[in-house]
C-alpha cells in the first residue's frame, strides 16, 4: 500500500516545486499552438505601382534634362563678369550704356512688340521673360551691347544664342542662326547672326530675353524703353 501511495504521489507530481502543472502523461510534452493566420511572404508590387515608378523616374529625369539646358543657355546665378568695364579690348562706356539704358536694339527699326515682358512670381512661374519683336526668318539680329558669347547652339527644337555682359547680365536670342561663337567677343552692333525659322510666334519673331545675377528683368530696362521713376517735391 505504501508502495502505491508514493508511486502516485512521483506520477502525479508529488514532489514537484508548488505552482507547477504535472505533465499528462508523464513525460511527453504539451503540444505548441501553431501560429494562426501563417506569415505570408511579402506581397510583390502591382503592376500600376511599378508603372508609376517608372513614370516618376522619367518626369525626374526629364526635369533634371531641363534645368541642365537652361543652365547652360542663361548660365549661372552668380556667373563672373567675362571682363569689366575699361578693360583692354572693350569700349570703356559699356559699363555706363548699360547703366543708363541705352543699349541698342537687337533689330533695325521699327521696333514693334508683339508681346511685352511679364514677369512671373517666382523662378518657376508662368510668364513670358523676355520681349517678343516680329522679324522673318533672314532677318539680321545685332548686338544690344559689347559682350561675350556664352553659348550658341540648339536648345530642344530651336537654335539659341546668350551673350555675357558686365555687371553679371546675359542676354539671349532666339531662334537664332549665330554667325559667332562661344568665347568670341561682340561689340554693340555688331551683327551676331540672323532669325531662324521656328520660335512659338505663328508670323515669326525674335525672342530677346535679360537676366540680371540670374533673374529675369524686362529688356526695356536696358533699351530705354521704361523711362525712369522722378520723385516731384510736393506742393
Request: glycine share 12%; proline share 13%.
Amino acid at each position: 500500500m505504501r508502495r502505491t501511495i508514493k508511486r502516485l504521489l512521483l506520477t502525479t507530481g508529488g514532489d514537484r516545486p508548488k505552482g507547477l502543472r504535472p505533465e499528462w502523461p508523464p513525460g511527453r510534452r504539451s503540444a505548441r499552438r501553431p501560429t494562426w493566420p501563417p506569415a505570408l511572404p511579402p506581397r510583390p508590387p502591382s503592376p500600376a505601382a511599378v508603372s508609376a515608378g517608372l513614370l516618376m523616374r522619367g518626369a525626374l529625369a526629364l526635369a533634371l534634362t531641363v534645368l541642365a539646358l537652361t543652365a547652360a543657355v542663361n548660365g549661372p546665378a552668380s556667373a563672373a563678369e567675362p571682363f569689366a568695364p575699361g578693360d583692354s579690348g572693350s569700349p570703356g562706356e559699356t559699363g555706363a550704356r548699360a547703366r543708363a539704358g541705352t543699349w541698342l536694339w537687337p533689330l533695325a527699326p521699327p521696333h514693334p512688340i508683339v508681346r511685352p515682358f511679364e514677369a512671373p512670381e517666382t523662378l518657376y512661374s508662368a510668364g513670358h521673360r523676355g520681349i517678343d519683336l516680329p522679324a522673318t526668318a533672314g532677318t539680321a539680329v545685332f548686338a544690344p551691347a559689347d559682350g561675350v558669347v556664352f553659348f550658341a547652339g540648339t536648345v530642344v527644337d530651336r537654335p539659341v544664342l546668350s551673350l555675357s555682359h558686365p555687371g553679371e547680365l546675359l542676354s539671349s536670342y532666339e531662334p537664332l542662326d549665330a554667325s559667332v561663337r562661344e568665347g568670341e567677343r561682340v561689340v554693340a552692333g555688331q551683327q551676331i547672326g540672323v532669325v531662324a525659322s521656328g520660335g512659338h510666334c505663328a508670323d515669326g519673331c525674335l525672342h530677346f530675353g535679360v537676366r540680371l545675377r540670374g533673374r529675369y528683368v524686362s529688356p526695356l530696362l536696358y533699351l530705354g524703353g521704361v523711362p525712369r521713376a522722378i520723385l516731384l517735391p510736393m506742393d
